[in-house]
T-cell receptor, first 112, second 114 residues
Framework: DTAVSQTPKYLVTQMGNDKSIKCEQN?????MYWYKQDSKKFLKIMFS???????INETVPNRFSPKSPDKAHLNLHINSLELGDSAVYFC???????????FGSGTRLTVV | GESVGLHLPTLSVQEGDNSIINCAYS??????FIWYKQESGKGPQFIID?????DKRQGQRVTVLLNKTVKHLSLQIAATQPGDSAVYFC?????????????FGKGTLLTVNP
């Protein structure tokens, strides 16, 4: 069983569209994250949720809205997609008091 | 190839040699450090971690060294194999509070030549 699974793996869409990426973890972790990896492989945190509550929002545009229906799921909805949103988005999870993150395999978003 | 345009630090070694990947971290309050390996098309994978009360930790074929004085972290891979080819990231964190936020370094591309 995949520990952290995200769908879809690839997403190609036009500018201005709205899209969602889903993430689920079966590790029983309390904390989930979204990271963005740019074309230079730089990984930057976007959001962190602990038991369905938003903990970290790293000055991400309002067009990005995370939603956590329960502590095993953290979805990412993006409105009005822009070219600069093209990147690989990684979901991750960790036990609350342990910094070791488990990452999903990523969603490659291409905005055309 | 994948490295074109990435401008990542790169390290190229021969199979069987030892590899050393270096990382400088920025936050003197960081007390927990992790090395991750990212293969092409995959997410980062945990390799080894170290807390600030230690200066060395060993795993299977890997050793992490921490020098808090100069805020430097290194990953040593013994007898490097082609399967070790990947981008390696160091990450730092500061404990305390109810949550962690890992801050990643820029990454180093390791290429192992057979």
């Amino acid at each position: 069983d995949t520990a952290v699974s995200q769908t879809p793996k690839y997403l190609v869409t036009q500018m201005g569209n709205d899209k969602s990426i889903k993430c689920e973890q079966n590790l029983g972790h309390d904390t989930m994250y979204w990271y963005k990896q740019d074309s230079k492989k730089f990984l930057k945190i976007m959001f962190s949720y602990n038991n369905k509550e938003l903990i970290i929002n790293e000055t991400v545009p309002n067009r990005f809205s995370p939603k956590s229906p329960d502590k095993a799921h953290l979805n990412l909805h993006i409105n009005s997609l822009e070219l600069g949103d093209s990147a690989v988005y990684f979901c991750a999870s960790s036990p609350e008091h342990n910094g070791g993150y488990t990452f999903g395999s990523g969603t490659r978003l291409t905005v055309v | 190839g994948e490295s074109v345009g990435l401008h990542l630090p790169t390290l190229s070694v021969q199979e069987g040699d030892n590899s050393i990947i270096n990382c400088a971290y920025s936050n003197s309050a960081s007390d927990y450090f992790i090395w991750y390996k990212q293969e092409s098309g995959k997410g980062p994978q945990f390799i080894i971690d170290i807390r600030s009360n230690m200066d060395k930790r060993q795993g299977q074929r890997v050793t992490v060294l921490l020098n808090k004085t100069v805020k430097h972290l290194s990953l040593q891979i013994a007898a490097t194999q082609p399967g070790d080819s990947a981008v390696y990231f160091c990450a730092e964190n500061r404990s305390g509070g109810s949550n962690y936020k890992l801050t990643f370094g820029k990454g180093t591309l390791l290429t192992v030549n057979p």
